[in-house]
């Protein structure tokens, strides 16, 4: 039997994350009433914190080059709430 993660959604926003697998750049697609920042924060799944980001309302750009190839939670924290999603770099 397959075990997951939930997506965790405590929020008034929603935000798309792709492509997904991604390689060097990560796309957000984030529809919020809100013009304020955002904070983008990308663990792996021991909890460790890889990278933190502000970003702008609308779509986004993340540089993930960085990253070792593996799997990642993307939380995304606004005025609104907080919401994670889940991504893979290859």
């Known amino acids: 039997m397959p075990v997951g993660i939930p997506e965790i959604t405590q929020s ?3 935000f798309s994350v792709y492509p997904n697998p991604a390689n060097d ?3 957000l ?3 919020s009433a809100y013009p304020e920042k955002k904070l983008v ?3 792996d799944l021991m909890g460790t914190n890889m990278l933190k980001e502000s970003l702008d309302n609308g779509d986004s750009a993340i540089d ?3 990253l ?3 799997v990642y939670f993307l939380e ?3 005025y609104e709430g907080r919401s994670v999603r889940k991504f893979v770099k290859q």
């Open 12 to 14: 008034n926003f929603s």
């Open 25 to 27: 750049q990560l796309y």
């Open 29 to 31: 697609s984030i529809f």
């Open 41 to 43: 924060t990308i663990t």
């Open 64 to 66: 993930i080059s960085s």
């Open 68 to 70: 070792p190839i593996g």
């Open 76 to 78: 995304l924290k606004t």
